[in-house]
């Protein structure tokens, strides 16, 4: 698929309202990304881009970047040290397989809200919210 037809069917306020959302119970992030240039090998690409965004920066390791290069049909879900010391590698596999099933349905717009979600279920439960948390990154999708 080109991106500019990704891009065009994703519902971008959808998208930052399940982000906010998903954020108000914990002290975690999560940013979205749509990248302009392929990426055949997501996972390096999505590290790169965690950390050019400072994703690796907030105040308790905690972000998780949702990151999607159309170009070359691939995705990576990351996050940093203290998000994948709780979750592992089965979180990371089990909402990769669940938003590819998403996206292979034509569904771009369900599958990030349903990685955006998960990733906030697992952020609230290991990193709660507490009084003088605040919101470090921004939620609007990022398209480079």
Do not use: Y
Not at 60 to 79: D, E, K, M, Q, W
Request: proline letters at 7%; hydrophobic letters at 45%.
């Amino acid at each position: 698929m080109k991106k500019k037809e990704f891009i065009r069917r994703l519902d971008h306020p959808a998208i930052e309202a399940a982000i906010t959302a998903a954020e108000r119970p914990t002290s975690g992030q999560i940013r979205v990304l749509v990248t302009h240039v392929p990426a055949p090998e997501p996972l390096p690409a999505a590290q790169r881009a965690f950390l050019k965004l400072g994703m690796d920066r907030t105040r308790h390791r905690n972000a998780v970047l949702i990151f999607v290069a159309p170009l070359s049909h691939t995705f990576a879900v990351i996050g940093d040290v203290a998000v994948h010391q709780k979750c592992g590698d089965a979180f990371w596999q089990e909402l990769a397989a669940a938003m590819t099933g998403h996206f292979k349905r034509g569904e771009f717009t369900a599958g990030l809200l349903h990685g955006v979600a998960r990733a906030g279920t697992l952020l609230a439960g290991h990193f709660p919210r507490q009084p003088d948390d605040k919101d470090e990154l921004p939620n609007q999708v990022i398209e480079e």
